[in-house]
């Protein structure tokens, strides 16, 4: 079943009504320029009422909070099982983030991609050890992401076909209507969305979210 992670939360009532719906994790955000930066005591406080089973994700934005080490204070202070990091992702930022013993997602613009941009040969080998998926958005230049802007899927299919030994969660302009669209172009081992199920932002509209969530297993039992 595809992997579906509903980012951007900022409240307990929210991430309940994503656990409800089906979803597989939730994420939330840790930079203080975007409007669902939550504060890691808030988050923490959420985490410790949502069900183990479900993957709790710190998105981070390169080091603008710190590095590595201010990264593994959040992830304790909050209670995380996993990273996303929207970063250049170097082999040395592997290796420290791999040091946190917990899921790592490399979040990349997909313009990276299409233009050939997937590193080499050691990059390539040393990350599928160590990435648990890559994560395209939308993003560019000084905002990697959180656009709400979809991408040009139909292009990177065919880059993505290339690049079998990752795994890819599918970002950017996903909402309940386009999402089935998006994993039948794309068929990604995962997706994520923030505006598209929200009524404003930092705050989820529950009717989205579990329409979302629906859609998505409704393509997942028509490719099965």
């Not at 579906?4 to 089906?22: F, H, R, S, Y």
């Not at 202070?77 to 996993?82: D, E, F, P, R």
Request: proline content about 4%; glycine content about 10%.
């Amino acid at each position: 079943m595809t992997w579906v992670k509903i980012c951007g939360m900022t409240n307990l009532e929210d991430a309940l009504v994503a656990v409800d719906a089906g979803a597989d994790a939730v994420g939330f955000v840790f930079h203080p320029e975007s409007p669902r930066n939550v504060h890691p005591d808030v988050a923490g406080q959420i985490v410790e009422k949502l069900p183990t089973e479900i993957e709790k994700v710190g998105v981070f934005v390169g080091d603008r909070i710190g590095g590595v080490e201010t990264k593994r204070r959040i992830a304790h202070q909050a209670g995380l099982t996993g990273i996303q990091a929207y970063e250049q992702a170097s082999l040395r930022s592997l290796s420290g983030l791999s040091c946190l013993n917990m899921k790592i997602f490399v979040a990349w613009p997909a313009e990276r991609v299409l233009r050939g941009r997937v590193g080499g040969f050691r990059w390539r080998s040393e990350a599928n050890e160590k990435v648990t998926a890559i994560l395209l958005d939308s993003g560019k230049g000084r905002r990697p992401g959180g656009t709400g802007k979809s991408f040009d899927w139909r292009s990177t299919a065919t880059v993505l076909s290339e690049l079998s030994d990752f795994r890819f969660i599918i970002a950017g302009g996903l909402n309940p209507e386009n999402v089935a669209e998006a994993i039948s172009v794309l068929q990604p081992w995962g997706v994520d969305v923030v505006s598209g199920v929200e009524a404003s932002p930092g705050k989820k509209d529950p009717e989205k979210v579990r329409a979302f969530v629906r859609a998505v297993r409704e393509m997942d039992r028509k490719v099965s």
